[in-house]
């Protein structure tokens, strides 16, 4: 299969928030008691408009993912981002990593998060971290296959739900694990 990465630019825009949308209506769905908050939540996470605004901030970075030509996935790094939780003052966020449904194992999850780390290591924060949903068994096995490591806890509300997540780290400029 030919998978393909690239940083993105603004006109991707549209193509992020769709990608978006349905990764996260699949992978968190059945988690929303409400699908009115479910609804509003995908409205506002994934308005192209916001998406194309993030894209301009100079502390993002998006990465697009194609598989035979088609974009599948889409990962968005924060470069200076503290978690209060990792001892550090140098730290990278990998905010989202997000392949379509019908392309998991094609290899495209695994391309972007090779470019996340490439890019990592180029900037060479102390530290990756990322937050993934603790029933999020598969995506939970993919970052542990990439070397992080489960390093604590983090609550997230949207609407009138709180769901709890898994703090991720990865050393990237420094020896010794996450501590926190």
């Not at 296959?145 to 609407?159: A, L, V």
Request: with cysteine.
């Amino acid at each position: 299969m030919n998978i393909k990465t690239r940083i993105a630019d603004p006109s991707d825009a549209l193509t992020i928030a769709t990608i978006g949308r349905l990764s996260f209506r699949d992978a968190f769905a059945r988690l929303f008691n409400s699908k009115k908050e479910l609804q509003e939540y995908l409205d506002h996470a994934y308005n192209p408009a916001k998406i194309e605004r993030s894209i301009h901030k100079e502390n993002n970075v998006y990465f697009i993912a194609f598989v035979e030509n088609v974009a599948v996935g889409f990962a968005k790094l924060k470069k200076n981002s503290l978690e209060s939780k990792i001892k550090s003052v140098a730290q990278m966020e990998l905010q989202k990593i997000y392949v379509l449904s019908y392309y998991h194992g094609s290899g495209a999850g695994a391309a972007l998060m090779d470019a996340v780390v490439d890019f990592a290591e180029q900037i060479q924060p102390d530290y990756l971290w990322l937050h993934v949903h603790v029933s999020n068994e598969k995506a939970l096995r993919f970052y542990l296959k990439n070397g992080f490591n489960i390093s604590g806890k983090h609550f997230f509300t949207i609407g009138t739900q709180t769901f709890e997540f898994h703090m991720m780290c990865l050393p990237v400029a420094v020896m010794q694990p996450c501590s926190a």
